[in-house]
């Protein structure tokens, strides 16, 4: 029998997930508030519980690790921030809370079996349990065109990035006999690097790319976030993200580390060409969701840096990285719903002047932009620097060149973002404060402590980033 | 002549191969899925030929695995493709192009 | 060797089989006198002549129902490797299965709660 404890924090959240779906059923609409209170709960009970339980393997295909726990952190304290993002979201949007809980909360649970997965079955579910409640929160006001379009696109791509790392996954079982990750390495070792394995190592490393948003694999980006409702686009850019790397670490590092010359080189020309498209399509956007997620584009380039900087420092740097990530893209989201509730506009032309109307979510939006572009002392610049410098010791010196280049650039368009704020004056019509819910409130204040804090005492973070990393690559 | 792994794994790579040119070539969204659905089930085939000739069991339940959640997807692509032809009367997805730049 | 010996009856019947049929649709056509008129094109005794082109749209009430019974014929998949192996899994695979039945009974009631089983 094995050890179901284990699998405690997922039960919960699943359980959550369905007592969500009950209430939803048998309440009025008058009790929704029940919905997200359940939520949030459940979410809280489940971060508990991931540090209570002991770490540990579940079977052959769950593994509860370090690595696992710091991954899932960040996701569910992800969730929980956008929860809040969409507390009135049935009022917002008209569309049904209910619904729209339990499909962000089971994208969640797809996230943390990714987190803990050492096997391709369970990776695979965990995969596609994440993508699909995506996929139709992206789509979920399809009387809006932007949004049901930006889901098929979105489906579509992500259905043939899952199938591309699927068909990967059974060459690999058709050269190794094997489903379980860490079998693979002594099987592939065996058989050497025959073309059946190296095919199939490619269609996973394009998969992956689908997943990660890396640049030939892009197209699904900016349409997927322009078209969903903001709070999703937020969850998309920071828990889709999360999810697209833990699942390459999980790969790469466990199944493939022989094999790790073939894919860092790939990986590192993907780095070079994602952040340079990423950054220079950002620079004409006027749309600020969209010029987020050309700008996460960028941002995905630069993390795979991490990847090639296969090492301890570049793992943990991953880490720390997906941790200031976070805050800075949580915290520039919530100023986008904010301005969006107010003025029904996510048009560039809509944050003219409005230093003047909130000083205060100007404030918040600037900390997050330079954060974003990596200024000291703010929490962009600290994992920047660690990253570079992890790459820089690999070696790869043109790469670092390209990155701090590019750095350069990012800062060209969020300063275009600050100039609308803080220089230009606002339009005639616009000159009310921008009002902010309680919820709205706590998830900025929350982000915007997080910038700060990992910015000017990034130690803590980045020694358990490090203790992490080291455990997991040492087994 | 014996049927070995190598030649199911010929067929399946023909397969991917014929929806990669399926995905490429076609515009309509319920063809890109038909596509799509052609991967899964070369890798379903894949899975099953790897079971039969190298004796593990992990083969098979991945291909159920699959074709549930092909289904899985056939299912949220359609509802997709529902709503969207109601609303526009088109599902061509070259047509489809508020979202631009 | 065996295997192909053994496939090759089967090829031979199906080459007969094939053969027999097609000849038989070929001397008919051979022998058969053809003046067809008006009369003779109307279907012959087993109903009506057809109206409108066979290729019509549903309507999308269909592809709900469509939709919905897919995903439960499909989640059927899992409780066949389990029934075949019932007797040595014991009780607890059979509470795990009544975990996974409640799951989808939960989505059929949500379904069925939310009036997709409405007709339109």
């Keep these: 029998m094995s050890n179901w404890f284990i699998l405690l924090p997922e039960i919960i959240l699943a359980f959550t997930i369905m007592l969500v779906l009950i209430v939803d059923l048998i309440s ?3 009790q929704r508030l029940w919905l997200g209170v359940l939520s949030l709960v459940g979410i809280l009970l489940t971060v508990i519980c991931l540090w209570i339980v002991p770490s540990g393997a579940f079977g052959e295909a769950f593994l509860n690790d370090g690595l696992a726990r710091f991954i899932k952190s960040i996701v569910l304290l992800a969730l929980l921030l956008v929860v809040l993002f969409s507390w009135d979201f049935d009022k ?12 962000l909360l089971s994208s969640g649970l797809g996230i943390l079996f990714l987190a803990s997965g050492t096997e391709m079955i369970l990776l695979y579910i965990g995969l596609e349990l994440t993508t699909f409640p995506l996929v139709l929160l992206t789509a979920y006001c399809p009387a809006d065109k932007k949004s049901a379009e930006g889901g098929l696109k979105f489906l579509v791509l992500a259905a043939l990035g899952a199938a591309v790392l699927l068909f990967g996954f059974s060459l690999i079982y058709a050269a190794a006999g094997t489903t379980q990750l860490q079998a693979l390495v002594p099987a592939l070792i065996q058989t050497g690097n025959t073309p059946l394995v190296l095919m199939g190592l490619l269609c996973i490393l394009a998969g992956l790319g689908f997943k990660m948003a890396l640049v030939p694999f892009h197209m699904w980006v900016p349409d997927a976030y322009e078209g969903a409702p903001t709070a999703i686009t937020a969850f998309l850019s920071v828990a889709g993200k999360t ?11 466990t199944g493939f580390p022989v094999q790790v010359s073939e894919w860092s080189r790939i990986f590192a020309v993907l780095a070079a060409v994602t952040m340079c498209l990423g950054n220079f399509a950002a620079i004409p956007q006027t749309n600020m969701k969209r010029l987020l997620a050309y700008s996460s584009i960028a941002q995905a380039g630069y993390i795979v840096m991490g990847l090639v900087a296969f090492q301890v420092l570049g793992l943990s740097s991953i880490l720390y990285y997906l941790t200031a990530y976070l805050f800075a893209n949580l915290a520039a989201f919530g100023v986008v719903i904010a301005v969006e509730r107010s003025s ?5 032309s809509a944050y003219h002047g409005l230093a003047m109307r909130s000083p205060r979510l100007a404030l918040i939006m600037l900390l997050a932009l330079l954060s974003l572009a990596g200024i000291p002392p703010l929490a962009g610049f600290a994992a920047k620097f660690y990253l570079f410098a992890a790459v820089y010791s690999e070696g790869y010196i043109w790469l670092v060149v390209l990155a701090v280049l590019n750095s350069a650039l990012s800062l060209y368009y969020y300063l275009k973002v600050i100039r609308a704020i803080y220089i230009q004056k606002p339009a005639a019509d616009a000159v009310q404060p921008v009002t902010v819910p309680l919820a709205l409130t706590i998830v900025l204040v929350v982000t915007t402590f997080g910038i700060l804090a990992l910015g000017v005492y990034p130690s803590p973070i980045v020694d358990l980033a490090r203790e992490v990393v080291v455990l997991f690559l040492t087994p | 002549m014996m049927i070995t792994l190598t030649h199911y794994l010929v067929i399946g790579c023909i397969l991917f191969a014929i929806s990669m040119y399926g995905v490429f070539t076609r515009r309509n969204a319920v063809a890109l899925l038909l596509a799509i659905e052609l991967i899964m089930l070369a890798v379903a085939l894949n899975f099953t030929a ?3 000739f ?3 069991a992990g083969g098979q339940i991945f291909a159920i695995f699959v074709i549930t959640v092909a289904a899985a997807e056939a299912a949220v692509g359609l509802a997709l493709v529902i709503a969207i032809y109601r609303n526009q009367k088109d599902v061509d997805l070259d047509r489809l192009t508020i979202l631009k730049g | 060797m065996e295997q192909i010996g053994s496939y090759t009856t ?3 019947a199906l080459g007969v089989g094939v053969f027999c049929l097609a ?21 012959y005794e087993c109903g009506e002549p057809a109206i409108g082109p066979a290729r019509v749209k549903f309507r999308t009430s269909f592809y709900l129902f469509a939709l919905v019974f897919v995903i439960f014929d499909v989640e059927v998949v899992f409780l066949f490797p389990w029934a075949v192996v019932f007797q040595d899994l014991g009780l607890f695979a059979f509470i795990e299965m009544v975990i996974f039945i409640f799951i989808l009974l939960l989505g059929l009631a949500y379904a069925w709660r939310k009036g997709a089983l409405r007709w339109r």
């Design chain 2, 54 to 56: 190298l004796g593990d």
């Design chain 3, 10 to 12: 089967i090829f031979i």
């Design chain 1, 344 to 348: 029904r506009s996510v048009e560039l």
């Design chain 1, 28 to 30: 009025t609409s008058c």
């Design chain 1, 92 to 103: 917002v949007w008209g569309r049904p809370l209910g619904e729209y809980l339990v499909l």
């Design chain 2, 50 to 52: 790897g079971t039969r």
């Design chain 3, 23 to 43: 000849a038989g649709i070929f001397v008919s056509w051979l022998v058969r006198p053809m003046n067809p008129t008006p009369l003779k094109m109307e279907p």
């Design chain 1, 243 to 253: 999810a697209g790397f833990v699942l390459a670490i999980r790969i790469l590092a």
